[in-house]
């Protein structure tokens, strides 16, 4: 992100400004400007608020029906959208989760472990930003035939 702002820079302002002999203040100004369109950019790529969702999902159908994972997920979104976080388990190791949320839709990996994950699709009621709201959807793994739902209510932290 800051290598494209900065040829975007290049171009409003001219390649030829950084091969003339231009005057100290000149090139001042042009550092002082390379200098805040990177701080926008690194505001741009902060994060979200952080949240921490009480999840529950659970597998209905499918070799491991009657599998369920319960517990606090808290976790951090990048303005690209870009998810992760830890699923705290009520019972059980905690598990690494990863995903994206791209406007009201979340696409979320929840690593258990050995090879197995369980891919959980839904919906946010409201935007990400708020934290409030309901959220759930459908629920796979990485084992085929696996079936069930997740859904949840945000919290703020």
């Known amino acids: 992100m800051r290598r ?3 040829v975007l820079i290049v171009i409003l ?3 030829t400004g950084c091969y003339r002999s231009e005057s100290p203040e000149v090139m001042a100004t042009y550092q002082a400007e390379f200098a805040i369109a990177e701080a926008r950019a ?3 790529q902060a994060k979200l608020p952080k949240c921490y969702i009480q999840f529950q999902a659970a597998i209905q159908a499918g070799p491991d029906a009657g599998l369920s994972v319960t517990g606090d ?3 951090e979104v990048a303005r ?3 998810l992760s976080g830890m699923l705290l388990r009520e019972s059980g190791p905690a ?3 990863s995903g994206q949320v791209t406007g009201r839709a979340a696409n979320l990996i929840l690593d258990l472990g050995d090879g197995q994950f369980l891919f959980a699709v839904g919906t946010l009621q409201n935007d990400l930003e708020a934290c409030t709201g309901v959220i759930g959807g459908t629920l796979t793994s990485s084992r085929p035939g696996n079936r069930g739902d997740w859904g ?3 919290f703020k932290r």
């Open 4 to 6: 494209i702002l900065a």
């Open 13 to 15: 302002f001219g390649l």
């Open 42 to 44: 690194a505001t741009e």
């Open 73 to 75: 997920l808290k976790f």
């Open 80 to 82: 690209t959208g870009v």
């Open 95 to 97: 598990l690494a989760v």
């Open 152 to 154: 949840t209510r945000f």
